[in-house]
């Protein structure tokens, strides 16, 4: 797929996970990538252009974009990937106003802050592609997530509105919803949950796979593949759009 090759694309959460396999999915087809996220250590792994930055702040978001800008270029691909996933919620009513704010902050308004900068010039272009990776959980509830659902829920709307307002100027938005994916957050997830029930962490693992038909979750590396479509030139046609990448499950 050439529809990236020589294009600037800032990628969050880049140093591990779903964030990683993109960027460097998206490098090895010949874009010019930029790595966001809060740990250098993780950055400096990746073997790509990074900047540390926190994301659940605006500065940190200013940040990421003008580096960005002045090291490669005007932003061109944007995907939103980072994310504070649900292991530290409880159930809604006793959530904490704290927890609910921390999770609107990092997985809602920072990216409505990276879209909301990299715009202007990619309207000024008269092309863009920005992807958001959301969740299943956004269309269907997890138990004591209220925060990440609803954020992660959040971002299709965000999603839609960046579709439809950058339409007319040759932008696409759309989103990738993963099930469970074996990354670091999902491990601390996973471990969480062992330890409330009393089991291992591999049994909570067994389980998640059952939920799937092939009876394994899906890899970083192939929710990057869907995120690496949504980023090049041959999605044109698609805009607005969210698609689990679930193997064929609702979770």
């Known amino acids: 797929m050439a529809g990236v090759e ?15 396999a993109t960027a460097k999915l998206l490098a090895s087809r010949g874009a010019r990538v930029m790595c966001v996220s809060r740990n250098q250590q993780e ?14 702040t605006v500065e940190g978001c200013e940040l990421a974009v003008a580096e960005t800008r002045r090291r490669l270029g005007s932003v061109e691909i944007l995907v939103c990937n980072h994310g504070l996933g649900s292991a530290h919620e409880k159930v809604l009513w006793e959530q904490t106003p704290e927890v609910w704010e921390q999770s609107m902050r990092i997985n809602l308004d920072g990216p409505f802050h990276l879209s909301r900068l990299v715009m202007p010039e990619m309207i000024t272009a008269g092309y863009g592609r920005l992807v958001y990776t ?15 659902n609803a954020s992660k829920a959040g971002l299709l709307g965000l999603m839609r509105s960046v579709a439809t307002d950058g339409g007319a100027h040759g932008i696409t938005a759309n989103a990738v919803l993963p099930g469970w994916v074996r990354t670091e957050m999902a491990e601390r997830s996973a471990t ?5 029930r009393g089991i291992s ?3 909570v693992w067994a389980e998640r796979s059952a939920l799937y038909p092939p009876g394994r979750v899906a890899t970083p590396d192939e929710v990057a593949q869907m995120i690496a479509f949504f980023a090049s030139e041959e ?8 698609v689990r990448v679930a193997l064929g499950s609702h979770w």
């Open 134 to 148: 959301a969740s299943t959980a956004a269309q269907i509830a997890e138990n004591a997530g209220s925060a990440y």
């Open 192 to 196: 969480a949950e062992a330890r409330e």
């Open 201 to 203: 962490t591999d049994q």
């Open 235 to 242: 999605s044109s046609g698609v805009s607005g759009e969210s």
């Open 6 to 20: 020589g294009r600037v694309a800032l990628v969050t959460g880049a140093g591990r996970g779903i964030g990683k």
């Open 43 to 56: 950055l400096e792994a990746t073997g790509l252009d990074y900047v540390v930055a926190d994301l659940g």
